[in-house]
């Protein structure tokens, strides 16, 4: 530990809940990890601009409801990729070792989850590029505001599922039953989010749900930033309430993680 680092963690008497330069080592051993794995670092990238291709090609005919459906999946294809890959690649560190190996060193749990989410959010980053470089270019879609807040919603999407990956995989003892999860945790979410039913036609208990998961603020900021040329009051709120989610699990995930 630099000296630095005792005097950030000592300040005012306190002790920091995580240490700079150890969350960022964490972050890099993961991301040497699954760089040595190149095609499932390649295939995550490009599932996102698949299935986007893929919507395409289904609504060939139908210009006008690629328009309505084509934003509001930047918030949901990000979530189902990365909380797939975060819940196993964190729960193959659990069940070899790697993460008790880790709590036995100084560090703290903040260190290990911060350390995690650094290196998929580099991952995501990259993600959302792709993806929204694909859609509003070689695709057409096209959005009234500016492509970059596609971005941001496809890249907090992203830390979404990132975040849920994390908590499933303290509770999953292999990676059959991380996958196992997915219905439960993320596929309600998908169907109460607004994608197929505006939600005001739903029945009431149906958007009480709707109302108090993330992924329906992550498809409600996508349409907005679709059908309006600046940033909305709406699109603010909405990027807001998803980050204070992840980053309610985050920690949520790092109370998951025992000495």
């Known amino acids: 530990m630099t000296a630095n680092d005792t005097t950030a963690r000592l300040l005012h008497g306190r002790r920091l809940p995580f240490t700079p330069s150890i969350t960022t080592a964490t972050a890099h051993r993961v991301l040497?990890?699954?760089?040595r794995d190149r095609g499932s670092t390649a295939l995550m990238l490009?599932?996102?601009?698949?299935?986007?291709l893929l919507l395409k090609l289904m609504f060939s005919g139908a210009e006008e409801s690629f328009e309505r459906i084509g934003p509001?999946?930047?918030?949901?294809?990000?979530?189902?990729?990365?909380y797939l890959v975060a819940s196993v690649s964190t729960l193959r560190?659990?069940?070899?070792?790697?993460?008790?190996?880790?709590?036995?060193?100084?560090?703290q749990r903040l260190d290990?989850?911060?350390?995690?989410?650094?290196?998929?959010a580099f991952l995501a980053l990259l993600q959302a590029v792709l993806s929204t470089l694909l859609a509003v270019g070689p695709l057409g879609l096209d959005i009234?505001?500016?492509?970059y807040l596609l971005m941001v919603i496809a890249m907090?999407?992203?830390?979404?599922?990132?975040?849920?990956?994390?908590?499933?995989s303290a509770f999953a003892r292999n990676e059959f039953q991380a996958v196992q999860f997915l219905p439960a945790g993320v596929l309600p979410q998908f169907l109460v989010c607004g994608l197929f039913v505006p939600r005001q036609e739903m029945h009431?208990?149906?958007?009480?749900?709707?109302?108090?998961?993330?992924?329906?603020?992550?498809?409600?900021?996508?349409?907005?930033?679709?059908?309006?040329?600046?940033?909305?009051?709406?699109?603010?709120?909405?990027?807001?309430?998803?980050?204070?989610?992840?980053?309610?699990?985050?920690?949520?995930?790092?109370?998951?993680?025992?000495?």
């Open 93 to 107: 560190e659990r069940t070899t070792g790697t993460a008790e190996r880790l709590l036995t060193l100084p560090v």
């Open 32 to 35: 040497l990890q699954i760089s």
């Open 156 to 168: 907090l999407g992203a830390l979404l599922g990132l975040a849920l990956g994390l908590l499933v």
């Open 204 to 259: 009431g208990l149906l958007d009480f749900l709707a109302q108090v998961m993330p992924m329906t603020y992550a498809v409600q900021a996508a349409t907005e930033a679709a059908t309006h040329q600046g940033v909305t009051g709406i699109f603010v709120r909405d990027a807001v309430i998803i980050l204070v989610c992840v980053i309610g699990v985050l920690v949520a995930s790092a109370a998951t993680l025992k000495r």
């Open 112 to 120: 290990i989850v911060f350390g995690y989410s650094l290196a998929f």
């Open 46 to 52: 490009a599932i996102p601009c698949m299935l986007m």
């Open 72 to 82: 509001q999946v930047f918030g949901i294809f990000p979530v189902i990729v990365m």
């Open 144 to 147: 009234k505001g500016p492509a």
